[in-house]
């Protein structure tokens, strides 16, 4: 029998990247491939591109030229593939700018990677044959892309991503994911139930439905008719064995009363909202072609706290866009003190090609942008510090995913995506644990177990396995 051929990916960027990777690995799992945690002894490398900002997309060279490098010391040459955003937007660029790329291949085509990568090898390594598939085809990748196996699953951990939702058809000015993931389109409702009791049967415990722009889901009911989020998040709750439900990316101008109200009904769907509005002053949201004010973003944070007062907000900024001036920046740091948030993503503006904002002549000096990034950070990091201490002394229900740094120590998560380490078996990991929250440190916080799914009596408050095993202060933990 000959060897199984080994597989290794490398993701850049968002969450649906992860996703996306996991579906190549499924993929690729039934033409004899296994994931291999190193390109030194990897057949295949794939490359999993990001191409939101220069940096990301830069990095994808710099991996290439690493790739390449390698590859001669080594004295072997690897079929080398590029998939992703960066694959997309610059497609046949690709091959000409970095040597021993085999396959460039679009988000919309990896349920074509088997017969790409055939064809490629077929064309023979030494003609350095170059494959550049970068169509958006007529027929649905999802009906055609292999799903985990039992083990992979398993592998994965309790928590997983499904993608319920590609694309985005709100051309914000500044954004490329309108032109690499194509127009919005969303999945069927029975084939993301199919898929999320697949997860379930295999030991998931939390979904994240994402989705480039999620909250504007309205896939097909089954009936012929669209359903949104919030029927699809009522659905997946009814799986056997799901507990938990987040979505992400949502916009703000998408927030819809169903889902508001969903928040308010459902003790599945998880406290914490990530809801980026990207610029607190009206004048710049405009510029950006964002469909909505900083008036409506609070009025929704409002509305969703009313429904759900433990909710806790995160958000998307970027600084520095073209012609913003310091009154709309200080608008921007007036919104983050309104609304109060307990996580956040901050970027400096980067332009990209093909977007409106960048060719605009009002670009500021990187100094500009990196003095508001810092002060912005810095007002972020406060809040998210306030948030975790506030937490200490909470009950939270914490879900165990995975063996922490030191023996006897779970790592899971907490309702509001903390970090948060716990002395429990390893036959615990899988459950939701109540816990108390003792310590709370910059990268996680500290508990001890009260009872829970596994836990069916209190743990002992001292000795015992807690005592013995000498659970450190968080500060000291590493999640
Ligand atoms: N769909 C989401 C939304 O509407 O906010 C965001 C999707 S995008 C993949 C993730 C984040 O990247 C954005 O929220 C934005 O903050 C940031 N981003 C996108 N384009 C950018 C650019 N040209 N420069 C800096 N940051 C950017
Ligand atoms: Fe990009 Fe999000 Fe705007 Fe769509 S809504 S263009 S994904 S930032």
């Known amino acids: 029998m000959s060897e199984p051929r080994k597989l290794y990916v490398k993701s850049f960027g968002c969450q649906m990247n992860v996703y996306d990777a996991q579906r190549m690995t499924d993929q690729l799992a039934r033409e004899g491939y296994v994931e ?88 023979g390594t030494h003609k350095r044959a170059k494959i550049v598939e970068t169509e958006f085809p007529v027929e649905d990748k999802f009906d055609f892309l292999a799903p985990p196996s039992r083990e992979a699953i398993a592998r994965r951990g309790p928590t997983a991503f499904v993608t319920v939702q590609e694309g985005c058809d709100k051309f914000c000015t500044f954004c490329v994911v309108p032109y690499t993931r194509g127009a919005e389109l969303s999945r069927p409702v029975g084939k993301i139930l199919d898929e999320v009791r697949r997860l379930a049967d295999g030991g998931v415990r939390e ?94 944070v409002a509305r969703v706290r009313a429904a759900r007062p433990d909710i806790a907000f995160s958000s998307d900024f970027i600084v520095g866009f073209p012609g913003e001036s310091d009154e709309d920046f200080a608008d921007t740091m007036d919104l983050v003190e309104k609304v109060g948030f307990a996580g956040a993503f901050s970027f400096k503006y980067s332009p990209r090609p093909g977007t409106p904002a960048a060719t605009s002549d009002d670009q500021l000096p990187e100094d500009v942008k990196n003095e508001r990034l810092y002060a912005l950070q810095a007002l972020l990091e406060r809040q998210k510090q306030a948030f975790d201490q506030a937490c200490r002394g909470r009950r939270l229900d914490i879900l165990l995913e995975k063996p922490g740094r030191l023996p006897g120590q779970l790592i899971g998560r907490s309702p509001y995506l903390q970090s948060v380490v716990v002395l429990a078996p390893r036959a615990a990991i899988g459950s939701l644990a109540q816990v108390e929250v003792r310590e709370v440190s910059t990268k996680s916080l500290a508990g001890d177990i009260l009872g829970g799914e596994f836990f069916e009596t209190q743990v002992p408050p001292s000795g015992g396995p807690r005592g013995e095993a000498g659970l450190r202060p968080a500060e000291k933990v590493e999640a």
């Open 36 to 123: 291999t945690a190193t390109p030194d002894d990897a057949d295949l490398v794939i490359l999993n591109t990001c191409h939101i900002r220069e940096k990301a997309a830069e990095k994808v060279y710099s991996e290439l030229g690493r790739l390449r490098k390698q590859q001669e010391e080594l004295g072997r040459r690897t079929m080398v593939a590029v998939a992703g955003c960066v694959a997309q937007a610059e497609g046949a660029e690709i091959v000409k700018r970095a040597q021993g790329v085999d396959l460039v291949v679009g988000p919309q085509s990896y349920h074509r990677l088997p017969e790409l990568l055939a064809e490629a090898e077929s064309r």
């Open 207 to 300: 979904v994240t439905l994402i989705g480039q722009n999620v909250n504007a889901y309205h896939g097909d009911d089954g009936h012929g008719r669209p359903a949104g989020l919030a029927e699809l998040v009522r659905r997946v709750a009814e799986v056997p064995g799901i507990a938990r439900i987040r979505y992400t990316t949502s916009h703000p101008r998408d927030m819809d009363e169903e889902l508001i109200a969903a928040h308010r009904e459902m003790p599945a769907l998880m406290p914490y909202l990530h809801l980026p509005v990207q610029s607190g002053s009206n004048r710049i949201l405009t510029a950006m072609n964002r469909k909505h004010d900083r008036e409506l973003y609070f009025e929704i």
